[in-house]
């Protein structure tokens, strides 16, 4: 089994936040309910629009399954002690971009 999770920076306003989160986000929809992405919003100016870039990872081998949220706990906390952890132990296998609007 592998995990999916991808690496994801907001922008907006001149502000920016990075997070982890389980899958391959492709829009407003798949980030909701991740702490990180609905504190950055409360933070954000309303009816602004924010820049996500996504950048996607697979960790482990054989079939992959999207990251849960205590997955993605564990991988905070091998980040603390090994910066580099995403780019040292798991493959990059995409990138990708898309707005949303703070409504």
Same mark, same amino acid.
């Given at each position: +089994? ?11 306003? &001149? #502000?920016?936040?990075? =997070?982890?989160? &389980? %899958? /391959? *986000? ?14 950055? =919003?409360? $933070? ?16 482990? %081998? $054989? ?5 849960? *949220?205590? $997955?993605?706990?564990?991988?905070? #906390?091998? /980040? ?6 995403? $780019?040292?132990?798991?493959? #990059? /296998? &995409? ?7 703070? +409504?």
């Amino acid at each position: +089994m592998s995990l999916r999770f991808s690496q994801v920076t907001l922008y907006s306003d &001149g #502000k920016t936040a990075n =997070l982890l989160v &389980g %899958g /391959i *986000p492709t829009c407003r929809q798949d980030l909701q309910g991740w702490t990180a992405y609905e504190s950055f =919003l409360r $933070e954000a100016s309303r009816y602004q629009t924010v820049n996500a870039h996504v950048e996607s990872f697979l960790y482990g %081998g $054989e079939e992959p399954f999207d990251a849960t *949220p205590e $997955e993605i706990a564990y991988f905070y #906390k091998r /980040i603390e002690r090994q910066p580099d952890f995403i $780019e040292s132990r798991a493959e #990059k /296998i &995409g990138e990708s971009d898309f707005i949303i609007f703070n +409504m």
